[in-house]
Every structure is written in C-alpha cells, then in structure tokens.
C-alpha cells in the first residue's frame, strides 16, 4: 500500500524558514514526478513545486520562485521543500503527491494519483 507522509510544518514568523520532507513508501518512485501542493482555508489546492524523477529538473509556482527549492533524495524515497523568506501568504497546508509514469516536472494537479495527509504552514506577521 502506498503512502506518504509529510512533516516539518509549523508556526514560523514572517521572512524566517521551514523544510517540509514526504517520505513515501510501498513502493519506489525514483523514476516518477513528485510535487508540492499548498490548499489555504476556502481556497483550492494550488501548486507550489514539482520535481522530475529522472533528470531533477524542477518547476515552481511564480509566487515562490527564488524562495522555496524542491530537491528529492532517491535513496530514501523522499521529497523536501526548503521553505526560505516565508510570508503570511504562505499560511496553508502543504501537500506532497506523486505523478505516476510522469517524466518531467508538472503543475498539472489532476494528473498526481496519490497525496499525502498534509502538514500545516501558519506564518505570522
């Protein structure tokens, strides 16, 4: 059975950094896509940044690029977020999900098949 887990949410003043890590298990995702989502009260879930599994090219939301790195570690089945410059706008819960025989780095949500339970961000001003 396939499940993922994040942690490393929290409760952060504003511009300072949090490192949100998905450890997956039930199977081995080296070669697929995996991403973070972000989902703030009343609001859809939206994407933050996604990784591929073979070349770890990346893709990030306009809104955190040059702030937040997305990096995978193949070896532990892990995906991280290092969350830098944080801003109250951030505040929402951070999704990890996986694209499943996807190659290169997608904002495509519907296309990522399995999620995780999520770990909230609250950035205070």
């Known amino acids: 059975q396939v499940q993922l887990v994040e942690s490393g949410g929290g409760l952060v003043q504003a511009g300072g950094s949090l490192r949100l890590s998905c450890a997956a298990s039930g199977r081995t995702f080296s070669k697929d896509t995996m991403g973070w989502f972000s989902q703030a009260p009343g609001k859809e879930r939206e994407f933050v940044a996604s990784i591929s599994g073979t070349d770890a090219g990346t893709s990030y939301a306009i809104s955190v690029r040059g702030r937040f790195t997305i990096s995978r570690d193949n070896a532990k089945n892990t995906v991280y977020l290092q969350m830098n410059s944080l801003k109250p706008e951030d505040t929402a819960v951070y999704y990890c999900?996986?694209?499943?025989?996807?190659?290169?780095?997608?904002?495509?949500?519907?296309?990522?098949?399995?999620w995780g339970q999520g770990t909230q961000v609250t950035v205070s001003s």
């Open positions: 999900g996986v694209a499943e025989g996807i190659v290169g780095p997608t904002a495509r949500r519907t296309i990522y098949n399995y």
